[in-house]
């Protein structure tokens, strides 16, 4: 089962898109307008966005190019007018991963829905991540540093599993707090360098690096 929000203002192609989805066993969120899709897909909270070109305010291309200047990384599948395709490639340059023409038949989406499930989800056994002699058990939700097994409260899991998705990769407060915390989220809060704190004191200060004016980086001591 995947979170898969659904942007689309036209009632009745949202509404098709959404029970397709839902008795294929996902589950969709729908919004009808780029600026609270943009909301939406910025959490961090979904697994795949079905997004649509024309929309009654900020249209689909400038929704993804937010999307992926905010650094989401998310799967985007558009959906565009037969007659736009083209323009609908170009946007695909901008971070796009895929396109479907309306009219299409729901199972041409979700075969395409699949295919980008599987290229981003990690092995159905896959249930650890890990760097170095550090490792997050995605299941049980407890961290482990050299074998030495770690308590984390929700939102350290959240921030820990965030850095071994990049590891050696500076991540800015505003990624940090718009993944774990949401879109919402005040950007002058210090609960990112709080957060990395807690989380310091629970794996070693030496592996949660400063990156002085640009945010922190997970790194391999050892
Ligand atoms: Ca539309």
């Known amino acids: 089962m995947a979170n898969i929000l659904v942007i689309e203002d036209e009632p009745g192609i949202s509404a098709f898109v959404a ?13 009808s307008t780029g600026a609270e899709g943009l909301g939406h ?10 997004l649509d070109i024309g929309l009654p305010d900020i249209d689909g291309f400038e929704v993804l190019r937010r999307m992926r200047s905010a650094g989401s990384r998310t799967p985007v599948i558009i959906l565009t007018a037969r007659a736009s395709v083209d323009d609908t490639v170009a946007g695909l340059e901008g971070g796009a991963d895929d396109y479907m023409a309306k009219p299409f038949r729901f199972e041409e ?15 159905e056994d896959t249930v650890t991540l890990s760097h170095g002699d550090l490792g997050l058990d995605l299941r049980t939700r407890q ?20 850095f071994l998705a990049h590891p050696e990769q500076v991540l800015s407060r505003e990624q940090l707090l718009s993944r774990v915390w949401g879109y919402d989220f005040d950007p002058g809060s210090n609960v990112v360098d709080v957060y990395v704190r807690y989380l310091r004191r629970k794996i070693g200060a030496d ?6 004016g640009m945010g922190y ?6």
Do not use: I, N
């Open 19 to 31: 029970k397709g989805l839902r008795s294929s066993g996902h589950q969709p969120t729908t919004v």
């Open 207 to 212: 592996r949660l690096l400063t990156v002085r």
């Open 41 to 50: 897909a910025l959490t961090g909270g979904y697994d795949l966005v079905v």
């Open 217 to 222: 980086r997970l790194t391999d001591p050892s």
């Open 143 to 162: 961290a482990s540093v050299g074998g030495r097994s770690v308590e984390l409260s929700a939102r350290e899991f959240a921030l820990l599993e965030t």
């Open 109 to 123: 989406l979700l075969a395409r829905v699949r295919l980008r499930l599987r290229s981003t989800a990690p092995a």
